[in-house]
Every structure is written in C-alpha cells, then in structure tokens.
C-alpha cells in the first residue's frame, strides 16, 4: 500500500497508539497498457497471492500467538479455516490503517484498528464479504491486474502468454498495487450476497453486515479523504449496501433494529 493507503481512516489517536501503517516499501505501481496475450490462471493467481502475502508478512508487525488480537480473531474464524471448498489461513497485521483482504491462495489479512472498531457479527460480516471475493475469483482478476502492473508489461511485451518470475521489488509493487484494486459494482454485490449468505448459514447475526456498513458510512462522513481512501473505495455507497442488506433481513424475517449504529469510543479489541 502507499504511505497513507489502505483504508477508511486513522480514526483518532486512540486507535493510532502504538501502531503501525502498514508497509509496502517504497512501491508505486506502473501502469500497464495491456499484454492480452497472458494467459492467467487461477493458478498463476494463488502462486502470486502467496509470493505477496508472504511479502506483506515479512514487512508489517504481525500480531502473535497469544496476542490479543489473534486471540480474538481465532474465536472468530478458527472454525472457518477450511470454508466452502477454501483452505483459510488468518493472520492480524497490527497497524493503523483499517482494513481487511483475503487473497486467492486463502490468505485472509485483518488490520487490528478494523478490530477497534467492529463488533464480533460486524467482523464475521466484513471478513466474509472478503471471503466471498476469493470464493467467487474476483480475486483473480486483481492479481493478474497487479502482476501486469509489477511487471511493467505492455502492449508491446504481451507477446509472452507466461507468467515470469518477480524479484521482490516486483513482488512488493504487486502487493500495492493489488491492495490498490477495486471490484466492479457487481462484484461487490456478489460478495455481499455471500457475506450476507454465510453470516445466515452460519446462525449468525445477519444484522452485523447492516451495522457494519454503516460504520463505513459514518467514517466516510467524519474522515479526510487523505486518512482513511481504502476500505471506503472499495466499499462505495455503504449506506444504500446497508439498507440493501435490512430489506433482504426483513423480507426474510431476520431483521433486528439495532438502534442508532456510532463508531464507538474504546477499542473493542482488549
């Protein structure tokens, strides 16, 4: 991600305490004109979703075992780790930006200040929508659009149909510039079709993907665009998601009216 990347905001001092924004180096993503001759595999995705993780692994603070995040976030997903045909494996980066990602090799990412702020069913929801992107292969579109991007292919260099080898300069512009994608309209509605599904089959409270977009909403509201640009844009229009979301609740009777949703004023990670 860029210096200020990722994310809706710092959210305050009180969720900046101690942490960190998280690191993709240097890395500005080059614009690439083409290579349509590529053929991209979901393969050649999971192989290059892993390469950048395991960069982002190695260049942000990763919460431990016993730390209370990755104590929460386990509560949480532990029993997801292999969810609808997916091998998951979750990890908490604890920075201050706010955000979540999941990539094609099953990777799923949890900033800790997305933590602060999100109660346990809006978490599941959040994550699940992520979950979704993978499940459904947007993910795959967003690689092969960063790896074009790190590899500074072109309509001139399109000729190859392979995937080449990255060097980790490579690999640390595809993992910003992944982590600078957004979905189409539709796919974002299909991973909040799954978000919503997977919260309903799971006997959780399909009203926290409700709540949980309106924080989005609210943070919009309240944030510069400098502090928080990347869960906001690719999350677009998260009031008119929210009310999408309470209409599906009430025509299936799920609908609980959780009152007035705020940002809350303590961390609700202890």
Request: glycine residues 6%.
């Amino acid at each position: 991600m860029k210096k200020i990347m990722l994310s809706l905001m710092s959210f305050g001092a009180m969720y900046s305490i101690n942490a960190q924004k998280i690191n993709l180096g240097k890395a500005a993503g080059m614009v690439s004109n083409g290579a349509k001759a590529l053929t991209f595999t979901n393969e050649d995705a999971i192989k290059l979703s892993k390469e950048s993780v395991d960069w982002m692994d190695k260049n942000n603070p990763v919460a431990g075992p016993k730390d209370p995040y990755t104590v929460r976030l386990n509560r949480l997903f532990g029993k997801h780790k292999s969810q609808d045909g997916l091998n998951l494996n979750y990890k908490v980066y604890k920075v201050k930006d706010i955000n979540a990602f999941a990539c094609a090799d099953g990777s799923v990412r949890v900033f800790s200040s997305l933590m602060d702020i999100m109660t346990d069913n809006e978490l599941l929801a959040v994550i699940g929508h992520e979950i979704g992107h993978v499940k459904n292969q947007d993910t795959k579109d967003a690689m092969k659009s960063a790896y074009l991007k790190a590899a500074a292919l072109d309509a001139a260099s399109s000729a190859s149909s392979a995937v080449s080898t990255l060097n980790e300069s490579q690999i640390g512009k595809m993992a910003n510039a992944f982590l600078d994608a957004s979905h189409s309209k539709k796919q974002e509605s299909e991973a909040d079709t799954y978000s919503y599904d997977f919260m309903k089959a799971n006997k959780y409270d399909v009203v926290g993907a409700y709540t949980a977009f309106k924080k989005l909403a609210l943070l919009s509201e309240r944030s510069t665009q400098t502090n928080f640009e990347k869960m906001f844009n690719s999350h677009p229009d998260s009031n008119k998601r929210a009310e999408s979301i309470k209409k599906k609740a009430e025509k299936e009777g799920l609908w609980k009216d959780p009152g007035t949703v705020a940002l809350p004023t303590a961390k609700l990670t202890k």
